[in-house]
């Protein structure tokens, strides 16, 4: 990573840190200090559209480790959330257990089937690798619908609001600052990952997997471990959406959402922790502008009301992932890297 003209590393230490000047550490406290003010400034409405993008955010972090830097395709992201969902409702339904245990019991149940799907990852890849990780959506799908009174069939199973030492999250301002916290620590553990051995390898595979094996990187070890990475933060936003909602039901991890999580990295930039922020941010708050644009055309058209918010939000999703495959296929954090490192050779930009 380039640092501003005149400021040089060190020590290693130095070189490998994330935050690496004074007023890198002043931008991050700023940034961190008005990020837990929002809600003393935002509306319910703004607060539980944050809330939503932070709990994709978490889903999405964890594509972009096992699509970004492994390159392993995956089409049920969406099903590893219900994994969790459910997991989450029927522990705290059946079991009673506290907040503090489902998450990361979660996480461990939604890994654990995701190691499963990733097992075929050894022997098969591109579209064929595809075809399996989208076989977890139906066939996930298809065990909670069958699966009687634990899954409560097609009713969805109702679970009560978390609460954390008497404080009870009821609200969007309380759930704000349940959220945001996992959403930081989630993105920095994904951050960090991909510098160490394992995102090494990661890499070493996306890159070319028949030299990397050459190289001595365990495939099977590395792919499937991504799978279960992958699928274990799936687990958590599962966990965090369904007790956002109050309720899992499978209808709530659509298809769809794991198409358009492989959108937004298609946007943000694959590879890359911030592009999952920019492209997380920027496709849900497009997806919001759209059903804002579908009602005031609506009204102003009455004759499109009934088809204009399902048509105009699923085309203009597709033709700006499309615009951004053929004129931005690094996506938004491509720009980024570009006009920091602009920045940072100011003055000398020859």
């Known amino acids: 990573m380039g640092l501003p003209c005149g400021t040089l590393n060190e020590t ?37 559209i944050i809330n939503g993008v932070a709990i994709w955010l978490i889903a999405v972090f964890g594509l972009n480790l096992l699509t970004g830097y492994c390159g392993q395709i995956n089409l049920g992201q969406a099903a590893f959330m219900a994994v969790g969902g459910y997991t989450s409702a029927i522990l705290a339904t059946r079991f009673g257990l506290s907040f503090w245990v489902v998450p990361p019991a979660s996480a461990v149940v939604a890994g654990l089937v995701g190691m499963l799907f990733g097992l075929p990852a050894l022997r098969v890849k591109g579209f064929y690798l595809a075809m399996t990780t989208l076989a977890a959506q139906f066939i996930v799908t298809w065990v909670i619908i069958h699966g009687g009174d634990i899954t409560q069939r097609t009713y969805g199973i109702s679970l009560p609001r978390p609460n954390i030492f008497g404080f009870a999250f009821n609200n969007e301002t309380r759930y704000f600052y349940l959220i945001i916290p996992f959403a930081l620590l989630m993105g920095f553990f994904a951050r960090n990952l991909a510098r160490t051995r394992v995102g090494r390898a990661f890499v070493a595979i996306r890159d070319n997997d028949l030299a990397a094996e050459v190289m001595g990187v365990n495939l099977f070890y590395y792919k499937t471990l991504a799978f279960v990475i992958c699928a274990a933060y799936a687990g958590v936003a599962g966990s965090l959406w369904t007790y956002y909602l109050g309720v899992a039901h499978y209808e709530h991890y659509a298809l769809m959402d794991s198409v358009w999580m492989l959108g937004m990295l298609i946007v943000g930039g694959m590879g890359s922790t911030m592009g999952v922020v920019f492209g997380t941010i920027f496709i849900r708050g497009l997806n919001e502008a759209v059903t804002y644009g579908s009602s005031v055309l609506s009204v102003t058209v009455p004759s499109m009301a009934g088809s204009a918010g399902a048509s105009l939000g699923l085309v203009t999703l597709g033709l700006v992932i499309i615009l951004f495959l053929i004129f931005e296929p690094r996506g938004i954090n491509h720009r980024w890297e570009i006009t920091k490192h602009t920045y940072r050779i100011f003055p000398f930009s020859y």
């Open 12 to 48: 290693y230490k130095q070189d490998m840190a994330i935050v690496r000047t004074r007023l890198q550490w002043g931008l991050l406290l700023v940034f961190l200090v008005l990020l837990f003010l929002l809600p003393k400034f935002l509306n319910d409405y703004l607060l539980s």
